[in-house]
């Protein structure tokens, strides 16, 4: 049965990846004081000759910004099939100017053609050194393109510039959990949380980071000041219950949870942490009634159906068990399947009754 907060470094990359090149895309950074480069010097491709002649670099450059305007409209709206096109117009317009690569690559990570985004990116960095969230983005498309060492370098790049550069702290805190670094993860979420104490989604992250590098403490005592500031605030006690939960500290873990409960009656997640706390405290039963109440709450939530199975099947009721992954098979497929394993794996084993018993 799994409440506690897990990271899933795939997934998370991808969203990750999506996240921060949407902000990106709509903050293109031009730079005014940029003088036209040689087009000879260009690592853009054979998109270089494309390039006017007779056109002043800054005229070229105003056009190509302009182009760039107009290609992250198209992106706002969803288009990223006209805002491609425009990014590459902008590119022939001014191939040796390194937002409109930049703005080109971030469009192609975002509909999947994630090796000419990483391309692309790393011309917008050769091209400008010093561009910050090109770095960032290289890295966030590195890391698409599975090559997590390639994304830490990248990040670590860009923070080498911009210190404060968020996309590029949760890039390298990801890349970091895909090679397997669960601690060194960990700062670079610790400094985003600086940055944006209130972004809850970046706290869960850092909750996964410190579980899964075994530092459940650091989890605690970051959510532990949280909670005394955010008097009421619900999620933050069902955080704090898992990470007392990761910590070993069930009782602890009981009595967030049911904080929880008392601020909202409501709150599915609340009962599920009780729900996870109290079977870890071995109170199964009481486990059981929790989980119900979560499904009675949000009769559509999947969770409250495999915590109840999981349940089951640690009381050895495997024909309710049974019901639960009936109810999930519509509900939720992957975790029907979850059940539907475990339930197996009990059968298989015999119970006291079955075995065979020495009479000697």
Known sequence: MVYRVRCNAASTAALIVI????????????????QARPAADNPAGNRADTATDSVSGDLTREHAAALIGEGIDHAKGGNLDAAIATFERACDAYPTYAPAHAQLGIALCLKGDRQRAVDELRTATILDPMYASAHANLGMAL????????????????????????????????????????EAAIQPLRNVLKLRP??????????????????????VSELE????VRLNDVDVRVKLSQAYVAAGDFEQAISAARSGIEMDRFAVDAHLALSDALRE???????????????????????????????????????????????LRRLKRSMALNLLAA????????????KPQDES
């Not at 000041?225 to 005394?228: E, K, Y």
């Not at 405290?281 to 999947?302: K, N, T």
């Open 198 to 219: 209130d972004n809850d989604d970046v706290r869960s992250r850092f909750l996964a980071a410190c579980i899964a590098a075994g530092k459940a403490a650091d989890a």
């Open 143 to 182: 890391l698409s393109n599975g090559d997590p060492q390639g994304a830490v370098d990248s990040a670590r790049a860009a923070l080498a510039i911009e210190r404060d550069l968020i996309p590029a702290m949760m890039t390298l805190s990801v890349a970091l959990t895909d090679l397997g670094d669960h």
């Open 225 to 228: 000041a949280v909670a005394s």
């Open 343 to 354: 339930i197996r794996a009990a059968q298989a084993t015999p119970s006291e009754e079955d």
């Open 281 to 327: 405290s071995g109170r199964v039963e009481g486990a059981l009634d929790a989980a119900r109440m979560a499904g009675r709450l949000d009769q559509d939530d999947p969770r409250p159906h495999f915590a109840i199975g999981k349940l089951y099947v640690m009381l050895g009721r495997l024909d309710d068990a049974m019901e639960e992954y009936s109810v």
């Open 19 to 34: 996240a921060a090149m949407v902000w990106s895309i709509g903050g293109c950074r031009q730079r005014p004081t940029e």
